[in-house]
């Protein structure tokens, strides 16, 4: 049977039961395959020139190790160099065994249904054979993705919403359409893969799961992962874009301030109370239209239309002010709290949930209009 797909398979270190592996995939009738040496030392020279004397292999070889990420995205360009025309798609496979041929064929099969879905292959981490490093990490992971990027909205038959179950699945489908966007993504090791799915959130890209077997070889010990680097590397991506928000409210209030102060100096004339409602005003007003351009086209890059998020944006804001002077006045009412520190203390409360808002609403599409594309997504299958 003529499969659908490239597979790529990233290796550093592999040991000979690589060649097992791969043999297998060729009877399984994947007639291309590339594989990336990454660096490996010559320990593992015997595996690199059997398969890559094979005529359905393609060795791309790094001198030094470059990470799994480099790997990928190397692959990826030769791929759609050579083969692009000839295949719907790559598959990515890690080298390590944790991968069954059958779910790998299963992922094929999906790709023919699917040509602009991110097809994930998703392990069951409550399974008690998964080793708890890798069962915890992964869980934190997901629900720290899902908290400050968002999750991906696909129509199961149920017509429920679900997020991203497994963020760290090495085994995915990649159709031709969504490659070349993957080619300019940062990340030279794993988070690049984490990067992918940040994308693909974005994007609003349709995503797939596919359960596949958990299987964790010699309880997961011949993993590169390196637990502090590459775990920093992974979480800056997900905190990137809350640290963006962060500092366009920071640069926002100190427009803010900045415009305010202004004022007051430049409408000495007037009197106290006229003088201050106008400083305070147009200051909010310009510093509102300043953070909600960066908000919009920096922080969230949201494509919706202008109009319409602008009004939701002001709409936010009017409640924020509300909500911001009626908590105050009942802090400073109830409590040993004078004006200014309770300010603080509810202002930041609200910056929180704020921040929630814009990327679930304001900056949002349109809910109706992303789940019509992936349900008319989910009919190709």
Not at 62 to 80: I, P, W
Not at 131 to 136: C, E, L, Q, V
Not at 254 to 264: A, H, K, P, T, V
Request: proline fraction near 4%; include cysteine; hydrophobic fraction near 40%.
């Amino acid at each position: 049977m003529f499969r659908n797909s490239v597979l790529i398979i990233p290796s550093l270190n592999p040991d000979e039961s690589l060649i097992t592996y791969v043999r297998e995939l060729i009877a399984d009738g994947f007639t291309k395959i590339i594989l990336v040496n990454d660096g490996s030392g010559p320990q593992s020279r015997l595996a690199f020139d059997t398969i890559g004397s094979w005529p359905e292999c393609d060795l791309l070889v790094h001198t030094v190790n470059m990470g799994k990420g480099r790997s990928l995205k190397d692959a990826f360009n030769y791929y759609c160099q050579k083969y692009a025309d000839h295949y719907a798609g790559v598959i990515t496979v890690d080298a390590d065994g944790q991968h069954t041929r059958e779910d790998v064929i299963r992922l094929d099969e999906s790709l023919r249904g699917y040509k602009q879905t991110l097809i994930l292959g998703v392990r069951d981490f409550d399974d008690p054979s998964v080793p708890f490093k890798s069962s915890f990490g992964n869980k934190m992971t997901r629900q720290m993705m899902r908290l400050f990027i968002g999750g991906a909205r696909l129509e199961s038959p149920a017509r429920h919403t679900k997020t991203i179950s497994d963020t760290q699945t090495g085994l995915r489908a990649i159709p031709n359409g969504l490659l070349a966007d993957y080619l300019t993504l940062p990340g030279e090791r794993f988070e690049y893969e984490t990067n992918m799915l940040i994308e693909a959130l974005h994007e609003k890209t349709p995503l797939k799961e596919i359960p596949i077997q958990t299987v964790y070889v010699d309880d997961n010990r011949e993993t590169h992962f390196r637990p502090i680097a590459d775990s920093a590397a992974i979480y800056g991506q997900i905190f990137a874009n809350f640290l963006k928000y962060t500092l366009a409210s920071l640069s926002s209030f100190l427009l803010d301030y900045g415009i305010y102060s202004l004022l007051i100096l430049l409408t000495a004339f007037l009197p106290i109370g006229p003088k201050i409602w106008l400083a305070a005003a147009s200051a909010r007003i310009l510093s509102s239209l300043y953070n909600y351009t960066v908000n919009k086209n920096v922080v969230f890059k949201s494509n919706i239309r202008q109009k319409n998020a602008l009004e939701k944006y002001f709409l936010l804001c009017a409640v924020q002010l509300g909500c911001s002077a009626c908590l105050v006045w009942f802090l400073c009412l109830h409590t040993i709290l004078t004006e200014i520190p309770a300010k603080l203390m509810v202002d930041t409360f609200l910056f929180l949930i704020s921040y929630h808002i814009q990327k679930n609403w304001v900056f949002q599409e349109q809910i109706q209009e992303d789940r019509l594309v992936c349900a008319k997504e989910l009919r190709k299958g």
